[in-house]
């Protein structure tokens, strides 16, 4: 939670100064009319800052250094001094430096280019305006220091093709794969996100109408206007350069775009009164424009409740479009009666006003609209998160969480997962004497060919050298030989009466195990009476992604498949046929669970997937410093789906080496309420000492330009290039 206070505190500092710069707009307005506008501003603030802003992401300086040039640039040319401008484009230039996003802040200042000339130019030559437009610009200077204040020019220079080396930059003409995002079912594409851009757009479409308009009738949106709409049109322009196409880069219009939505939908219907000069609007005109938000609001609200790197428990109506009862939120049954109250509304109040209801007064039809849905999609983002802390007070959500430990001390994310061990466990008696096997009724797809059982196939300790098992005393058979395809049946084994709360049957897998390679254990549970077995049904025991090392894998045995006589045998099936790919299983253990916080030893290195990195705060991160990595003692990975890049040696990461040397070894896991979909926790054994070495350094002066070790080798390129095998 404590996190989240720099943008807090972010927000609560653009919000003054958006609001300051609205202030100075209104003029001669009533006070009802100034508090409308706030609450309106401080509406589309929430609706726009809390699913994009409220983190620990970059696109939040982009977003106050917007603010901040936005007040700056309009200070200079309205007191005609050139001082805030270069203020402004501090501010813009150090938005730029902590991410390329920050451009957007550059938006104001490219817009006020005219105006300022003019003031340069002013009492003086073009030799002294371009004297004073020097001055101005030398305070870009100070955003590289912060730029370059830990990296070269070196660096920056290299980046960009180290980046190439391992994946294809995207460009501007990509920028359409964002927009995909938006609309997708997917987190990127979640209701809250897609309400404030797609509502933005079409008011930035009607601004844009209007500026034409005025232009035309020569009646001027004044300065600040026009920057208001505009700033918004080049901020999304300086996205559209950005080679990153991620939708929660928008967050970095948090400021622009409120700011444009409170111009079009408080000041704009008085400018058009102005710009019309006592004409009357085209009635088709006064419906089309509240009309023309009914898409981009029908459209946001079937975007799902689901957000990125977030495990959902206790959330409503999760992963599914917002929804209230059986009633969808994007239903016409409820835009459509709204529209039509908030069009005889605005009417029937500029009736009582003596006003002509077809004047530029009935377009705040649209703004109540707009609001009623901002109130409803922001509300309701509210409401499931609030909801879905409350209810895991007595559980485990990360709201929950947040609530209950503030300063992450009591490690409750650690306390709500569970790990099976199977090396770890107890070993099941044997069943000895079984003289005859009933086969099931139904076997199961993944049943091979009788064929293919040989009782040589997967010899016991034939495990790769390079891999071998988790230290136990359990036996595990494996063939490590390319192209084997065969299947190996171990003896029966008998199972427990009942099992405990936390208990589960384990075994131990290594190498590729998945679906996809027809490779994995069958656990045949059966009944024993005498000398004979009837196996009464089969469970396919298999990892859902290839992970490195040795995973255990529980199985879902219940009441009926346990008690007196009850058995159980595996058989491991190795369809894997590749080059490089090997099999191996264990027998049955009766394993334990613990809780993560037991299982794990807090200060240990640890190397958390990024996408939880938050989530773990007991947990020591791994140094990183001198070009070398200290080797972790435990890992987590993201999701139910294979290990992400830090595992990928062609992608630099930075686990490839440490999977290539230690014993990996992957427990079974659950999250309450998120069962095995939240991730997987590694652990590692290195077979020498890690910390077998010493670091001394020397201090060697370089150009900036140029690297002071020389251009060293980079595996992830050569490998690409086809240098290395």
């Not at 010899?459 to 071998?468: F, N, V």
């Not at 090392?549 to 046929?577: E, K, N, Q, Y």
Request: aromatic share 10%; hydrophobic share 50%.
């Amino acid at each position: 939670m404590w996190l989240r206070l720099p943008a807090l505190a972010a927000a609560v500092i653009a919000w003054f100064l958006t609001r300051h710069f609205l202030d100075r707009m209104m003029g001669e307005r009533t006070a009802w009319f100034r508090r409308g506008d706030h609450l309106f501003l401080g509406l589309v603030y929430c609706a726009w800052w809390l699913p994009y802003a409220i983190g620990t992401r970059p696109e939040i300086l982009g977003a106050l250094g917007s603010a901040i040039a936005l007040v700056l640039v309009a200070r200079a040319v309205e007191r005609r001094s050139l001082l805030p401008a270069a203020f402004g484009a501090m501010a813009a230039g150090l938005a730029f430096a902590a991410h390329p996003t920050g451009g957007v802040a550059f938006a104001p200042l490219l817009l006020a280019i005219p105006a300022l000339w003019r003031i340069a130019r002013r009492n003086g030559t073009v030799a002294s305006a371009v004297a004073r437009t020097v001055a101005v610009l030398s305070v870009g200077s100070v955003p590289l220091f912060a730029a370059f204040a830990d990296a070269s020019l070196h660096d920056f220079l290299v980046g960009s093709s180290r980046f190439a080396a391992v994946e294809k930059p995207l460009t501007w003409t990509d920028e359409a794969a964002r927009y995909g995002l938006l609309l997708s079912g997917e987190p990127m594409g979640a209701f809250a996100k897609r309400a404030v851009v797609l509502v933005a757009l079409v008011a930035l479409l009607w601004f844009a109408l209007l500026w034409v308009a005025s232009r035309i009738r020569k009646t001027p949106l004044g300065f600040r206007m026009t920057l208001a709409g505009w700033s918004l049109a080049i901020g999304l322009v300086a996205l559209w350069i950005t080679t990153s196409k991620w939708t929660h880069h928008f967050g970095a219009l948090s400021v622009l775009g409120p700011v444009l939505l409170a111009t079009v939908f408080f000041l704009a219907p008085g400018v058009v009164r102005e710009v019309l000069g006592g004409r009357r609007l085209p009635v088709w005109l006064l419906v089309l424009v509240p009309v023309s938000f009914l898409p981009p609001i029908i459209v946001s609200l079937q975007g799902p409740n689901s957000w990125a790197y977030a495990w959902g428990q206790f959330l409503y109506r999760a992963w599914v479009p917002p929804q209230v009862g059986s009633l969808g939120l994007a239903s016409l049954k409820i835009w459509g009666p709204v529209l039509v109250l908030a069009l005889v509304g605005v009417a029937l109040l500029l009736r009582r006003r003596g006003l002509d209801w077809r004047s530029g007064g009935i377009l705040f039809a649209a703004t109540g609209v707009v609001s009623v849905f901002f109130l409803l999609s922001t509300g309701f983002l509210y409401g499931t998160f609030a909801n879905a802390a409350v209810r895991g007070l007595s559980s485990y959500s990360v709201g929950a969480a947040n609530l209950k430990d503030p300063s992450g001390r009591a490690c409750l994310t650690e306390d709500a997962i569970t790990l099976w061990d199977a090396p770890s466990g107890s070993a099941l008696p044997a069943a000895t004497g079984v003289a005859a096997v009933i086969p099931v009724a139904a076997p199961i797809a993944q049943t091979p060919a009788p064929e293919m059982i040989d009782p040589d196939a997967l010899p016991l300790g034939g495990w790769p050298a390079s891999d071998p098992p988790p230290a136990g005393d359990l036996d595990v058979w494996a063939d490590s030989a390319d192209g084997l395809s065969a299947a190996r049946e171990t003896g029966w084994y008998e199972l427990p009466a009942s099992l405990a709360d936390r208990q589960r049957v384990a075994v131990l897998v290594g190498g590729t195990a998945t679906d996809e390679d027809a490779t994995g254990v069958i656990a045949q549970v059966g009944t024993r009476s005498g000398d004979r077995v009837t196996v009464r049904h089969e469970l396919w025991l298999t990892d859902a992604a290839v992970r490195p090392g040795w995973r255990s894998i529980t199985m879902d045995l219940g009441p009926a498949d346990l008690g007196d006589g009850a058995v159980l045998r595996l058989v491991g099936v190795d369809g894997s046929t590749g080059a490089g790919k090997w099999f191996g299983f264990s027998e049955p253990r009766l394993a334990d669970g613990v809780r993560m916080n037991d299982y794990v030893q807090h200060g240990e290195p640890t190397l958390v997937a990024w996408q939880s990195s938050f989530w773990f705060p007991c947990e020591r991160p791994i140094r990183i410093a001198d070009g070398i990595l200290e080797p972790p003692a435990v890992a987590t990975t993201w999701g139910n789906v294979a290990p992400d890049n830090i595992w990928v040696e062609r992608r630099g990461g930075a686990l490839a080496g440490v999977a290539r040397i230690a014993t990996v070894s992957t427990p079974a896991t659950e999250m309450v309420e998120a069962g095995s979909l939240w991730g997987r926790v590694e652990t590692f054994a290195y077979p020498y000492p890690t910390d077998g070495y010493t670091v001394s350094s020397t201090p060697r002066t370089a150009m900036g330009w140029s690297s002071p070790f020389g251009e060293a080798s980079q595996i992830v390129a050569a490998k690409r290039a086809g240098v290395l095998r």
